[in-house]
């Protein structure tokens, strides 16, 4: 059985830091990539990063280059959203997601086939 599970939200004050966890299991890790995705009140889901975990390679949106930071442990089958300089319009749940890696690269543009519950992140200014 496939489980994504996210950790590390939080309420911060803006330009502060968290970093959100996303722990997989079922499925041979280093075949896919993780996404992450989130969704902000009353919008519609949105792909933030992604990185393809047989060979770290990464994207983000542009909103988010410069501040966050998207990394896969291997070894603990874990993936990584280092977010700093976090600004109110990045409130929102954030869901990790994986998929078959493609053969071009990861893509956070398009819809993944496993997804976590989500976890909330909350910046206030």
């Known amino acids: 059985e496939v489980q994504l599970v996210e950790s590390g939200g939080g309420l911060v004050q803006a330009g502060g830091s968290l970093i959100l966890s996303c722990a997989a299991s079922g499925f041979t890790f280093d075949e896919f990539d993780i996404g992450w995705f989130r969704q902000a009140p009353g919008k519609e889901r949105e792909g933030v990063s992604c990185v393809t975990n047989s060979d770290g390679s990464t994207h983000s949106r542009d909103s988010v280059k410069g501040r966050f930071t998207i990394s896969s442990d291997n070894a603990k089958n874990t993936v990584y959203l280092q977010m700093n300089s976090l600004k109110p319009e990045d409130t929102a749940v954030y869901y990790c997601?994986?998929?078959?890696?493609?053969?071009?690269?990861?893509?956070?543009?398009?819809?993944?086939?496993?997804w976590g519950q989500g976890t909330q992140v909350t910046v206030s200014s």
């Open positions: 997601a994986a998929g078959p890696s493609a053969v071009f690269g990861c893509n956070y543009k398009i819809e993944y086939d496993y």
